[in-house]
């Protein structure tokens, strides 16, 4: 099991947004995340461009809110590079049950304004507790996040996460399924949880 949280928690120390939690953005939200995620692994060299392009209007116009000048320079062209040289990889299939274990995760830390994997039991027991069990998990979480493109943006640039976790997630092939979970964060106004898995089996399948 590898477990990761988002590139933000490098800012914690910065001023932090307290807000009064809103109920979890369910339906079109978490759906428009996957498929933001499906379509990165499916046309990586699409993004490479959209994130060069965000880079030149940025240092043309200036960060609008939803620039690239929030990210590690060196990030953003890490990522950019990556890219270009990944092979396109097929679609995660949404599993509810990963969006449920997902959903547990936010609803408790969301209101409570944590950060990470833990204080809810951990991703293997919030999986084994739908009924699954997975030959390979993992877990990204992003914070301060308003649209569903940012969210994975966020993720893949990766940024001041130095081993690039988040990122490699987004374009292993050994996940081969996916549950996303989005509500609001008592400090950081949203956070979206993704848990991934491959070699899904069902309790008491041989």
């Given at each position: 099991m590898?477990?990761?949280t988002?590139?933000?928690?490098?800012?914690l120390a910065?001023p932090?947004?307290f807000?009064t939690?809103?109920?979890?953005?369910?339906g079109?939200?978490?759906?428009?995340?996957l498929?933001e995620?499906?379509e990165?692994?499916?046309?990586?060299r699409?993004?490479?461009?959209?994130?060069?392009?965000?880079?030149?209007?940025?240092?043309?116009?200036?960060?609008?809110?939803?620039?690239?000048s929030?990210?590690?320079?060196?990030?953003v062209e890490?990522?950019?590079?990556?890219?270009?040289?990944?092979?396109?990889?097929?679609?995660?299939?949404?599993?509810?049950?990963?969006?449920?274990?997902?959903?547990?995760h936010?609803?408790?830390?969301?209101?409570?304004?944590?950060?990470?994997?833990?204080g809810?039991?951990?991703?293997?027991q919030?999986?084994?507790a739908?009924?699954?069990?997975?030959?390979?998990?993992?877990e990204?979480?992003?914070?301060?996040q308003?649209?569903p493109?940012?969210?994975?943006?966020q993720l893949v640039?990766?940024?001041?996460?130095?081993?690039r976790?988040h990122?490699?997630?987004?374009?292993?092939r050994?996940?081969q399924?996916?549950?996303?979970a989005c509500?609001?964060h008592?400090r950081?106004?949203?956070m979206c949880v993704?848990d991934?898995a491959?070699?899904?089996?069902?309790?008491?399948?041989?």
């Amino acid at each position: 099991m590898r477990a990761r949280t988002s590139a933000w928690l490098g800012l914690l120390a910065l001023p932090l947004l307290f807000v009064t939690p809103t109920p979890v953005r369910a339906g079109g939200f978490e759906n428009a995340v996957l498929a933001e995620i499906n379509e990165a692994r499916a046309n990586p060299r699409a993004l490479a461009r959209e994130l060069r392009r965000q880079q030149v209007r940025d240092a043309r116009y200036g960060d609008d809110g939803y620039g690239m000048s929030q990210e590690d320079p060196h990030a953003v062209e890490e990522a950019i590079d990556f890219l270009m040289r990944q092979p396109p990889l097929p679609p995660l299939a949404h599993d509810p049950r990963l969006a449920a274990a997902a959903r547990r995760h936010v609803a408790r830390q969301g209101p409570r304004g944590d950060v990470g994997h833990g204080g809810s039991g951990g991703l293997s027991q919030r999986i084994q507790a739908q009924g699954l069990y997975a030959g390979i998990t993992a877990e990204g979480i992003s914070y301060g996040q308003e649209n569903p493109r940012d969210v994975v943006r966020q993720l893949v640039v990766d940024s001041r996460v130095p081993n690039r976790g988040h990122r490699r997630d987004v374009f292993s092939r050994a996940y081969q399924a996916a549950g996303v979970a989005c509500g609001a964060h008592a400090r950081w106004g949203d956070m979206c949880v993704i848990d991934y898995a491959g070699a899904i089996m069902r309790r008491g399948a041989d």
